[in-house]
């Protein structure tokens, strides 16, 4: 069994302010105290982007202070509300891939492939750059193995246009690369702040709330935030299903 933890849009600002009346820094460590008393067992945990609301360096250097808690390994991606310079700056470690924060992991006999969808100065997620065909050796290095994709922006509409307008805007050469290898078991995104899950052409997508504030479920006009509880996603892997459970941190026991 794989246990794979996502969190996503944490949206960090400057220690001590708050944002939509919740302080996103004291969400995090509650998130992370969950997880430690929880999941301490997870193979990995991915935070799949918006990691800081301004890309502000000062957001970066407190998520940097607060990561070392964290008991299972963890990866980190971007998000249109990220700045890949401030972020690279506070993490040299993490290498960037032709200058993209990505990655491929094999955890467990199946490969987690990590995508950079961040592009500078745009709401919207794009796939650019080379990250396509970045995506394609990595699919193809797994040789028919299971993979997993996460990605910030998610490639499907949610039918809540304020939010379908700033999806991933590359979905048909994504779905093609994707196509061509057969053996994408499922698509985790954020972005939307919601919890939603469905197929697109047939490979099975989720998204979930982030850990600070949400999108009120609004099917038409304009975008609303709103105060559902936070939520990281608990993923369970096997060899014949992939199961995802959605879980309220802030109300644990």
Same mark, same amino acid.
């Given at each position: 069994?794989?246990?794979?933890?996502?969190?996503?849009d944490i949206h960090?600002i400057?220690?001590?302010?708050?944002?939509?009346?919740?302080?996103?820094?004291?969400?995090?460590?509650a998130c992370i105290?969950?997880?430690n008393?929880?999941?301490?067992?997870?193979?990995l945990?991915?935070?799949?982007?918006?990691?800081?609301?301004?890309?502000?360096?000062?957001?970066?250097?407190?998520l940097k202070e607060?990561l070392?808690?964290?008991?299972p390994?963890?990866r980190?991606m971007?998000?249109?509300h990220?700045?890949?310079?401030?972020?690279?700056a506070?993490?040299?470690?993490?290498?960037?891939d032709?200058g993209f924060?990505?990655?491929s992991?094999?955890?467990k006999?199946?490969?987690l492939?990590?995508l950079?969808?961040?592009?500078?100065g745009?709401?919207e997620?794009?796939?650019g750059?080379?990250r396509?065909?970045?995506?394609d050796?990595?699919l193809g290095?797994a040789?028919g193995?299971? /993979?997993? &994709? $996460?990605?910030?922006?998610?490639? #499907?509409?949610?039918h809540? @246009? *304020?939010?379908?307008?700033?999806?991933?805007? =590359?979905s048909?050469?994504?779905?093609?690369v994707l196509?061509?290898?057969?053996?994408?078991r499922h698509?985790?995104a954020g972005?939307?702040?919601?919890?939603?899950?469905?197929?697109?052409?047939?490979?099975?997508?989720s998204?979930?709330?982030?850990?600070?504030?949400?999108? /009120?479920? &609004? $099917?038409?006009?304009?975008?609303? #935030?709103?105060l559902?509880? @936070? *939520?990281?996603?608990?993923i369970?892997?096997? =060899?014949?299903s992939?199961?995802?459970?959605y879980?309220d941190f802030?109300y644990?026991?």
């Amino acid at each position: 069994m794989l246990k794979i933890l996502q969190i996503s849009d944490i949206h960090l600002i400057r220690p001590g302010e708050m944002l939509f009346g919740s302080d996103p820094l004291a969400r995090l460590e509650a998130c992370i105290a969950d997880v430690n008393r929880n999941h301490a067992d997870a193979d990995l945990v991915v935070f799949s982007g918006d990691l800081a609301n301004d890309g502000l360096p000062e957001a970066y250097a407190a998520l940097k202070e607060r990561l070392p808690a964290l008991l299972p390994p963890y990866r980190l991606m971007l998000g249109n509300h990220d700045h890949r310079a401030n972020f690279l700056a506070a993490f040299p470690e993490i290498l960037a891939d032709s200058g993209f924060v990505q990655a491929s992991v094999d955890i467990k006999g199946t490969r987690l492939i990590l995508l950079d969808t961040l592009e500078t100065g745009m709401v919207e997620g794009r796939l650019g750059g080379g990250r396509l065909e970045w995506l394609d050796a990595r699919l193809g290095e797994a040789e028919g193995r299971p /993979a997993l &994709v $996460f990605t910030h922006h998610p490639p #499907v509409d949610i039918h809540m @246009p *304020a939010l379908d307008n700033c999806r991933l805007m =590359d979905s048909q050469p994504l779905l093609g690369v994707l196509q061509k290898h057969g053996n994408v078991r499922h698509i985790f995104a954020g972005h939307v702040h919601r919890p939603v899950c469905g197929s697109w052409h047939g490979i099975p997508f989720s998204a979930l709330r982030g850990t600070n504030h949400q999108s /009120a479920p &609004v $099917f038409a006009g304009k975008h609303r #935030v709103n105060l559902e509880p @936070p *939520a990281y996603a608990i993923i369970l892997v096997s =060899d014949g299903s992939v199961v995802v459970h959605y879980h309220d941190f802030l109300y644990s026991d």
